[in-house]
């Protein structure tokens, strides 16, 4: 006589669905890796014999045109009008000189860097300049302010 044993019957063991892993996604900057005005502006500035900048180092600006950074906190604007040379003076402005070639943009640095004017800043004199004022300045006689002849006048009632 054969026995028979009765044994429970496993059930497989159910398989959660394979998930798929998602990929990074890279940040973009723009919809667009290289823009029209960016290519526009680094084929002009190479026809005008201006420093050689990759098309990337073009960036757009808010108002539609592209900016590019060089040495020396100089920046070149491209707008559809031209180049636009943006150079720091000593005096802590930024002159804004059009250029339209490479000389041109030498002449713009060389003016902002000879730059005298104070930008509506307070002026500093050194020792030889203080001197210098001293020397142009008139000494002021009390008699003569106090022989002034206009009276006071009144105020006029509305």
Known sequence: MTRRTHTKKRTP???PPAVRAVL????????EFITEQQMTAAYAARLAELPHLPITAWTPQPNGT?????ADG???THAPAGFTAITPC????HHHTPVTNGQGLRNATTAAACCTDLHGQ???LTLAQA??????????DVT??????DQAKEHPES
């Open 13 to 15: 063991a159910v398989k």
């Open 24 to 31: 990074p996604v890279r940040p973009t900057t723009s919809p």
């Open 66 to 70: 592209v900016r590019a950074h060089l």
């Open 74 to 76: 100089i920046s070149l």
């Open 90 to 93: 000593p005096n802590g402005a």
């Open 122 to 124: 307070a002026r500093t």
């Open 131 to 140: 001197a210098v004022t001293a020397a142009d300045t008139q000494t002021l």
């Open 144 to 149: 003569d302010l106090r022989s002034d002849t």
